[in-house]
């Protein structure tokens, strides 16, 4: 607690006016007396001096003021990135050497505050370290900060254009000295590819820290991993962005990793691997949709496939079946003739699925060219067949080449072959597990699907393969299969169109049709027989399915550094197993069910935090220059000592850190004393009166 006279303050005994009058009047006064040279002049100027100061009303204000402690803000770096090595261990050992300065030394340090801020990060924006101190700072008056001393690895990403006035930066960074560290970097990679053609990505190794040689940055090997298969490895110019094409082999997500020799000395080989994912996708789909004699459904198959625009689409209607002789001449049957050879022989294999609706074999196409479609699908093409009556008559497609390829026959007894009532479809249990009839839009989990009737289906025998849906009597309706390396499908009805159309509430048409032309055609998202993986947030999701009861068996999990752990699956919804665990480490997981692998690509929690690992002075020390601050090095010697300085003097040395003063105060009282009391005024001024009278009179 401390008094002093902080200021000279006026009351006037007059109001301002009149005193200003008054003034003029003396000064008037006593320009006449020096103009006529008289005597006492001198002493009358005093008197009237004195006079107008008194009523001018002259105070001394008198302040009791009570000092307040200058605040230091500690900031501590708590990031990830702060976690390699002994750093974190560096920065615990500053704030407590700092915390027991301001403790044991409080006499040569004067009343300091030391405030604690530790800045934890992961929001995905990289170190923001100058968030945190605005935000301290918001309860702080600018007047009492003496100083901010930030414990890092110098990677921060908000670093403002300067410290507020006076507010000296010192830093401390928690290494030996500039470190170095090697970086891959993907610079640009698409993010889908059509299928069976290279995308190109665009990447550079990189040596932070290090300065080039007489040589230059010399070379490394970069080794490139695809979905498992054989390493590839390439030879680059360090610091040189590099373009390194990647076949794209099949539909759905595929990781590439790029990883690049470890540099001696580095920091960490964790930025030495970049992982990318890549969609691939198919260009263009060429369906081939051969329907026979006219019918209601047929216009439902050519609004499906025409709707999609990566849908290219061939169809051929066979309007008038050959033994049909009505001596129409044959230039006037078509605009075109029907281009078997070409279709079925020269570009059969262009086609990723060909579909046959209710399609009759009255002598159009020749043995050879139904053999070609049935090796068409044994070599990895899609067969689709919708069938109707005609599936029982003699030009079946089953008494066909293409009938080896069918998962069933028609039924024995021909006369009982097609099944004339009204019916609602059913899913049957391996269909709730297959992705192509699972929660179809409208099936109730009670089995009474919310479905229109249909009203003929048909029956056949040597059935095999999957039986997706059924008659309400187990008789099947919806076959698919394997055959070789490609897939079919069988519909036992013609009578899908009325879900088109609405009839009872409909069902599902479109979306039904889809799943299955994808199904055939392979896509990832629809196999019933799949292993997934992903990571999200930090956690790796794997998902299993199988259209079987039994359970299987965990799953092997191999991260990136490739250590194994299990990962046990459990069924959340039919056909569908799934786990998760922890995925910390960025890179390519792989998970393992004993025949389907997966991989997952997982980034950097926050890719700015980690984009940079090396401890380093480049960014902080123009800053910490500028506010008149300093920089140290944590390893070996720890936190400098203390010091407090006044403003405007040097704030840092080799091994101290200078906090300045600011005489922060407040004032707990005021006294109004009068500069100038009655008692010491009148007397003085008639004193004065008095000796310019006898002066004038002498």
Not at 60 to 74: M, N, S
Not at 179 to 184: G, I, L, N, W
Not at 185 to 213: F, H, M
Request: charged fraction near 20%.
């Amino acid at each position: 607690m401390t008094d002093s006279i902080a200021a000279l303050h006026f009351s006037p005994l007059l109001p301002d006016w009149l005193l200003i009058g008054l003034a003029a009047f003396c000064a008037l006064v006593l320009t006449l007396a020096i103009w006529r040279r008289a005597p006492g002049t001198l002493w009358r100027a005093l008197a009237f001096t004195t006079m107008l100061l008194w009523l001018a009303g002259p105070r001394l204000v008198q302040e009791t003021r009570q000092g307040r402690p200058d605040i230091a803000l500690l900031v501590l770096d708590r990031t990830a990135s702060m976690q390699l090595g002994n750093r974190s261990a560096l920065v615990d050992r500053a704030r407590d050497a700092i915390a027991q300065d301001v403790a044991s030394h409080h006499a040569a340090l004067g009343d300091l505050e030391l405030r604690v801020v530790d800045v934890a990060g992961g929001d995905n924006n990289g170190t923001r370290l100058f968030d945190a101190i605005d935000h301290a700072l918001a309860d702080i008056e600018p007047s009492r900060l003496a100083g901010v001393i930030m414990a890092t690895d110098g990677q921060v990403h908000d670093i403002p254009p300067n410290m507020p006035d006076g507010v000296p930066l010192h830093v401390l960074l928690a290494a030996k000295g500039e470190e170095t560290d090697r970086r891959v970097r993907v610079v640009s990679a698409p993010g889908y590819g059509i299928v069976g053609k290279n995308v190109t990505l665009r990447a550079v190794v990189e040596d932070l820290g290090r300065k080039p040689g007489l040589l230059g940055r010399g070379t490394t090997t970069l080794t490139i991993r695809h979905d498992g298969e054989p390493a590839r490895r390439i030879t680059v110019p360090i610091g040189q962005e590099q373009d390194i094409d990647i076949p794209v082999t099949r539909a759905g997500q595929s990781v590439v990793e790029l990883s690049a020799d470890p540099l001696a000395g580095a920091v960490s080989d964790r930025n030495t691997r970049a992982v990318v994912t890549i969609a691939g996708v198919r260009d263009r789909l060429r369906v081939l949709l051969v329907s026979g004699e006219p019918h209601q459904g047929e216009r439902t198959w050519r609004r499906l496939l025409k709707a999609d625009p990566s849908v290219d689409l061939v169809h051929f209607t066979i309007l008038r079946p050959p033994e049909k002789d009505d001596l129409t001449p044959i230039n006037e049957l078509a605009l075109i003739a029907f281009p078997v050879r070409e279709l079925f022989q020269v570009k059969i294999r262009e086609f990723d699925l060909i579909i046959l609706d209710r399609f009759t074999n009255r002598g159009l196409l020749p043995a050879p060219y139904m053999r070609n479609i049935a090796d068409y699908v044994r070599n990895g093409g899609a067969l689709l067949v919708s069938a109707g009556p005609e599936f029982e008559g003699l030009g079946s497609p089953s008494s066909t080449p293409i009938g080896a390829v069918l998962p069933a026959k028609p039924a024995e007894d021909r006369s009982q072959g097609v099944i004339a009532e009204e019916f609602r479809p059913i899913v049957t249990q391996t269909g709730l597990r297959h992705p192509i009839t699972a929660e179809l839009p409208g099936w109730k989990p009670d089995g009474h699907p919310l479905w229109g009737p249909w009203y003929r289906a048909l029956a056949v025998s040597s059935v095999q393969g999957d039986v997706l849906m059924s008659l309400p009597d187990g008789r099947p309706l919806l076959i698919t299969d394997r055959v070789g390396e490609g897939r079919v499908g069988l519909l036992l009805s013609d009578q899908i169109w009325l879900w088109s159309r609405g009839l009872q509430g409909g069902g599902p048409q479109a979306e039904l049709l889809r799943r299955v032309a994808h199904w055939l055609m392979k896509e990832p998202e629809l196999e019933e027989s799949a292993l997934t993986a992903r990571v999200a947030a930090g956690t790796l999701s794997v998902e299993q399915r199988s259209v079987t009861d039994a359970a299987p068996p965990p799953a092997t999990i191999t991260d990136p550094d490739g250590h194994t752990s299990p990962l046990k699956l459990t069924e959340t919804a039919p056909g569908r197993f799934t786990g998760q665990m922890r995925a910390a480490t960025p890179g390519v997981w792989q998970a393992n069910d004993g025949d389907l692998s997966a991989f997952a690509a997982a980034g950097e929690a926050d890719p700015l935090e980690f984009a940079d690992l090396r401890v380093t002075a480049e960014k902080l020390a123009p800053l910490a220059r500028a506010s008149g601050g300093s920089l140290h090095w944590l390893d070996p010697e720890g936190a400098p000592a203390l010091r407090r300085v006044e403003a405007g003097r040097s704030a840092g040395g080799s091994d101290w850190i200078g906090l300045p003063l600011r005489h922060n105060h407040v004032v707990t009282g005021v006294i109004s004393l009068p500069f100038f009391p009655p008692a010491m005024a009148l007397p003085l001024i008639l004193g004065l009166i008095v000796l310019a009278w006898r002066q004038e009179g002498g």
